[in-house]
Every structure is written in structure tokens, then in C-alpha cells.
């Protein structure tokens, strides 16, 4: 593990920290995991629309028939 400084809003930490005391974590393991997890999110996304983008323009005239 990597120690770094961040500031936050002071009802957000409380918040984290009373859910990390209540869960038996880390104050640490609960940021990695929700870093983790919204890099997750946000890869996907693009990768997501650029398939959606794929599938509209490869089959325009299928959709366009079944969509009448």
C-alpha cells in the first residue's frame, strides 16, 4: 500500500468511517475498493458505447425494420 493525503468533506469521512467500523474494514480497504470500483465503471462505459455504436451502424436497416 501506497500513503497519500486527499481532502474530503468532513460528513463524507465520517460517514466512511462509521460504515468501515460497522463492516469490521479498513478505512483503506474501503477507498481501494471504491476506487477499484468506479475505474471499473468507468472503462466500461466507453467500451460499452463504442459496441453499442458498432451494433447501431453495422445493422441500421435491421433496427429500421424493426422498429416499424
Known sequence: MVKF???ME?????ALRAHA????????????????DYLAKKRVRPAFRDAAEAVLRDHDELLARLAK
Do not use: C, N, Q, W
Open 10 to 14: 468532513r460528513e463524507a469521512l465520517e
Open 5 to 7: 493525503s486527499s481532502k
Open 21 to 36: 467500523h460497522e463492516e469490521g474494514r479498513t478505512l483503506a480497504g474501503l477507498l481501494t475498493e471504491a476506487v477499484r
